[in-house]
């Protein structure tokens, strides 16, 4: 009597979850069908065919257009430091003080003994004068005013090289202040007054850099380099942009100078040198920055938002829109792109659409509601960007893109 009542409740149970289990089946197969029967909405844009601009972008350093090691060109105590690190100096400026006092006694030994030699040598003179007058009276010898004349050229050669230990004398007293050699910045200092210094001194007293101009000098594959070459030895202005930590981070803007005449063989890369004005100084000596120059421009290229592209067991493919409202499964290859813009060497044909969001609910023949995209088209350019006439480092204002 007491397992009767438990098998019918289990019978029950079991019963309401098989009814359940039908009931929950049968709504999802209504529910597939009444999805499949809509159209999934999309957003397209259309391809399209212009001039593309191919941009590499390589590590660089900047390099000053100058940097001088200020030495002290004499040995001698160092009494002033007349800069402050990071200070802007012109060509002459004052930037040390070394003691004078023992130039200036140099100096006055050397005009003492070129004011003896030039009294010797006017005393001589005279002497010479005389004796050629008796000469002509027939009242000396020949030899004593041969003798004479050949001590005048003595006095007069000790007078030059009198008059050479005194302008040497005033150079060594010249060099006791210790001026910039170029327009630039100063770093800090490396030395502190009461410090002997001299010209054999190794690390200086302070290193100026001209950062106005400066250069940056970064490496090419060399598989890039010639056509980089071939339009640089044509005479082709070819911008060189520079960045730093990030792609909003633009530096500034230069022009590509030159090459060097070999490959790294380690690196598989030529080394290019880049100039920039650097007008606003963000281009700091010895700052590593990305370099981004213009390396082929592909004329009618097949543009295709980048978005678009789906990457398939098979390789990359994209969504085309057909006639009928339905979704194609086109397979393409690629070429070089940007953040915004793929190249697409084959497989499209400009004005299709192509379908840039929703392709993650498509499969081929999947119906569609197409909306065409807001926004700029594919980005292209029409050239490789040139130069401004007269402008020896300027902007480049093109489209740009990554290979």
């Not at 197969?29 to 397209?44: E, I, L």
């Not at 002459?92 to 040598?121: K, M, W």
Request: hydrophobic content about 40%; overall charge positive.
């Amino acid at each position: 009597m007491t397992r009767h009542p438990a098998r019918i409740t289990a019978v029950v149970i079991l019963g309401i979850v098989i009814v359940a289990v039908v009931w929950w089946a049968r709504r999802g197969s209504v529910g597939d069908k009444s999805t499949a029967g809509q159209a999934v909405p999309v957003v397209v844009d259309s391809v399209r065919q212009g001039s593309f601009v191919v941009w590499q972008s390589q590590p660089g350093t900047v390099v000053p257009a100058n940097s001088v090691v200020v030495r002290s060109h004499v040995d001698g105590t160092l009494t002033r430091i007349a800069f402050t690190g990071g200070q802007a100096v012109k060509q002459g400026d004052l930037l040390a003080e070394i003691d004078p006092r023992p130039f200036q006694a140099q100096l006055q030994l050397a005009n003492g003994d070129l004011a003896r030699s030039q009294a010797q040598l006017a005393n001589a003179e005279d002497t010479l004068k005389h004796y050629q007058a008796l000469q002509a009276q027939d009242s000396i010898s020949r030899q004593r005013v041969a003798d004479q004349q050949s001590l005048v050229l003595q006095y007069a050669a000790e007078v030059k090289a009198g008059q050479g230990r005194v302008g040497s004398a005033r150079l060594q007293l010249s060099a006791t202040r210790i001026t910039s050699p170029i327009a630039g910045t100063v770093g800090l200092r490396r030395v502190d007054p009461g410090n002997l210094v001299g010209p054999s001194d190794a690390r200086g007293i302070v290193v100026v850099t001209q950062s106005q101009p400066s250069k940056v000098v970064f490496s090419v594959p060399v598989n890039a380099v010639s056509q980089v070459l071939e339009r640089l030895h044509g005479g082709a202005c070819i911008p060189v942009e520079a960045y730093g930590d990030g792609a909003d981070d633009r530096l500034g803007s230069g022009r590509l100078l030159g090459a060097n005449n070999q490959v790294d063989p380690g690196t598989g890369t030529v080394k290019f040198e880049a100039g920039f004005a650097n007008a606003n100084g963000a281009l700091l000596p010895n700052q590593f920055v990305t370099a981004r120059l213009p390396v082929e421009v592909l004329p009618q290229a097949i543009l295709v938002p980048a978005a678009a592209i789906q990457q398939g067991a098979d390789g990359p493919f994209v969504y085309v829109v057909k006639g009928d409202k339905t979704a194609a499964v086109t397979p393409v290859k690629v070429g070089p792109g940007d953040g915004t813009t793929t190249v697409v060497t084959a497989g499209l044909a400009p004005a299709t659409k192509v379908v840039v969001e929703g392709a993650d609910r498509l499969r081929a023949g999947t119906a569609v509601d197409a909306t065409m995209a807001a926004g700029p088209a594919p980005a292209s350019a029409d050239a490789v960007p040139a130069c401004r006439p007269g402008d020896a480092h300027p902007p480049a204002r093109t489209t740009t893109a990554h290979p």
